[in-house]
């Protein structure tokens, strides 16, 4: 029988390591007391010398530990945390008035549903300081951001219309810390808009990258506009002219405006792009237009064709350079054309002169956008061509076309419309006579 072998003592680094392990072997208290949001507990452990340990808490973190070689030691020092603990307590309930009391006690209850108590909201409050404190109010973070866009090199155009909206949240909010204002309030004061749905959703997608700008820059912790109403997509009808009725303004027009209503309606080229619009941008001899990056809404190039009644409408005012606008402000410009639309029976219903009346004109409302869904609508029905439609009219995809213009007007009307020319009266008398009443006729 071989002898029994004996183990071998472990290495002195092991030794050492294994009482580092019993050293934190700590068993679960045998004694817990809370005083408020500070506890005191006593419990055994393993340790080459002690075998209890007092330790005193307080909101949850650790602020001193006792290690006793006796239950009696350790609950005399356990004893001694209480005391301490109840003589501040005093101490600082003889600081606080009546009016302090009632107070505490009331926000003490008010917090209770929630599962919280003064330390929370004191975190929370202070936490709010200094994000605040951090923060600018949105008057100054408008400004930062029009001069963040500005170094970007963005477009005037994209430049106004960020302006045009953004000064609208400052007159509201212009004062307030941008870290302070809340989803629910953005929310309510886009509601209180009283725009359509497409412009709720524009102004709404601008405020959304001014937070994000505020977020990057530690001006907010967040973004409220993120979360904030988003407007519910309406499948509106589409507002266009008869034949008729672009016949017969097209004939009412004063003549330094027909250009730019030609090609609203036979080009559907967007006012903003008229406006920046040049006569060396109309190539007559290809028989194209070129609406360059600059002074595109998509900043995309795109091409478009000159159809024949177009160029017939062009021709007498043709120049080889120059804008096509007429000599005046764009906002005069707008206005003129507001004069000659109403003169043909267009504008606000309910708003007619007593000469309007006299001659009994009715006024209808100018469908929004309406020379230029006009040409989409009867080139889809005329032509049949989505694809080469959307890039005409500077889509990305033949989506929207196929959503709103698809078969809106007959092709008898559509032919109708690619009648129109300025060099024939008779037929322009024709088309007004037989389409005046709806485009599906």
Known sequence: ????????????????????????????????????????????????????????????????????????????????????????????????????????????????????????????????????????????????????????????????????????FTKAFGSRNAADISTEEISTWLNGLGVAPVTLTNFRRILVVAFNFAVANKFAPSNPAKDAIMPAETDSEIGILTPGETAGLMSTFRTELVPLAALGFFAGIREAELFRLDWKEIDFDGDYITITPSKAKSAKRRLIKIRPNLRAWLEPHRKIAGPVKPRASVDRVREMMKEDRRRFGFGPPGTETPAEEAAGITLRPWPHNAARHSFASYALAKDQDLSGLALEMGHNSTAILFQHYRELVRPKAAEAYWSIFPDSPSKIIKVRNEFSESANA
Do not use: C
């Not at 934190?24 to 507990?41: D, F």
């Not at 909101?59 to 006792?66: L, N, Q, Y």
């Not at 501040?88 to 606080?96: E, K, L």
């Not at 709010?128 to 008057?139: D, Q």
């Open 1 to 168: 029988m071989s002898p029994q072998k004996s183990t071998p003592p472990l290495p002195r680094a092991n030794q050492i390591q294994t009482a580092k392990r019993t050293r934190t072997k700590i068993r679960r208290p045998t004694n817990s007391q809370r005083l408020g949001e500070a506890r005191v507990t006593v419990g055994e452990a393993h340790h080459p010398r002690y075998k209890f340990l007092v330790t005193l808490y307080n909101g949850g973190k650790r602020v001193e530990r006792k290690w006793f070689k006796t239950k009696g030691e350790a609950d005399t020092k356990a004893a001694e945390y209480r005391s301490q603990l109840v003589n501040s307590g005093i101490q600082a309930a003889a600081t606080i008035t009546g009016i302090d009391q009632a107070l505490v006690m009331e926000a003490t209850a008010k917090l209770a549903p929630y599962g919280k108590t003064l330390r929370h909201a004191l975190d929370h409050y202070l936490d709010f300081l200094g994000r605040t404190a951090r923060s600018i109010t949105i008057s100054d973070l408008v400004d930062r951001f029009m001069q963040a866009k500005r170094r970007e090199k963005q477009s005037v155009r994209y430049l106004n219309d960020l302006r045009v909206r953004l000064d609208r």
